[in-house]
């Protein structure tokens, strides 16, 4: 089936790094894309990787492995506004229909 | 450039009556997304429409429905509500260019719709 798979929940403290996995299983695969929830609020965009490697935009970076089905983001210097939710997201082309799907979410908490 | 609008905002109903939300997505997008996400749950994927089609359908009974209108706006109808039918309920906007990568898999959420069933 189509599914992407992530940690429940990541812990951590101001200024340290945290590294959020998400790993797919996908008929087929455009890119990665990265999505953060604060509570009470709408999904935002973060990233995007059509390609392996890594994508740097500031403090977030976002990391692509086709080969492994594997990706994460990589959030440094945290600071406490970064406890939100995170999903990670494919459009996966299968039937020609580029079907959305979101990961099961990672909800990040930041204890100063 | 206006976000993605969505009306209404909060919605109160009891078991049995159906509901229609609104959604207007960003000014030139023509795809618009579906989810229904609840405490502890994450972004369940309701329906895309583009061009006024639907072209994908999660796994949601027949009692959710959608359509899109010639501008792009677009409307999800549920009907005999259920208890379990509470949550957020929000839409998103995206372009549908395969050819630019980052467009098309951009979705722009709007700040829901919270639905309260009793």
């Known amino acids: 089936g189509q599914s992407l798979e992530q940690p429940s929940e990541v812990t951590a403290v101001e200024g340290a790094i945290v590294q959020i996995n998400c790993t797919y299983q996908t008929s087929g695969f455009y890119g990665l894309s990265w999505y953060q929830q604060h509570d009470g609020g709408a999904p935002t965009f973060l990233s995007y990787n059509a390609l392996d490697g890594l994508e740097e935009t500031g403090r977030f970076s976002s990391f692509l492995s086709r080969s492994d089905s594997y990706g994460y983001l990589l959030l440094q210097e945290l600071q406490m506004k970064d406890s939100a939710s995170y999903f990670c997201?494919?459009?996966?082309?299968?039937?020609?229909?580029?079907?959305?799907?979101f990961g099961t979410g990672t909800r990040l908490q930041v204890f100063p | 450039k206006a976000g993605v609008t969505q009306t209404p905002r909060y919605l109160i109903k009891t078991r049995g009556q159906q509901v229609t939300l609104s959604c207007s997505p960003i000014?030139?997008?023509?795809?618009v997304s579906w989810y229904q996400q609840t405490p502890g749950q994450g972004l369940q994927f309701l329906f895309e429409y583009f061009s006024e089609t639907q072209r994908n359908k999660g796994n949601f009974p027949g009692r959710f429905s959608g359509r899109q209108f010639s501008n792009s706006r677009s409307e999800m109808n549920v009907s005999t509500l259920e208890l379990g039918d509470s949550a957020l309920y929000l839409c998103?906007?995206?372009?549908?260019?395969?050819?630019?990568?980052?467009?098309?898999?951009?979705?722009?959420f709007g700040p829901g719709t919270r639905l309260t069933v009793l």
């Open positions: 998103a906007s995206s372009g549908w260019d395969r050819a630019d990568a980052r467009s098309y898999n951009e979705q722009f």
């Open positions: 997201a494919v459009r996966d082309p299968f039937g020609n229909t580029d079907k959305l799907i």
């Open positions: 000014s030139g997008h023509r795809s």
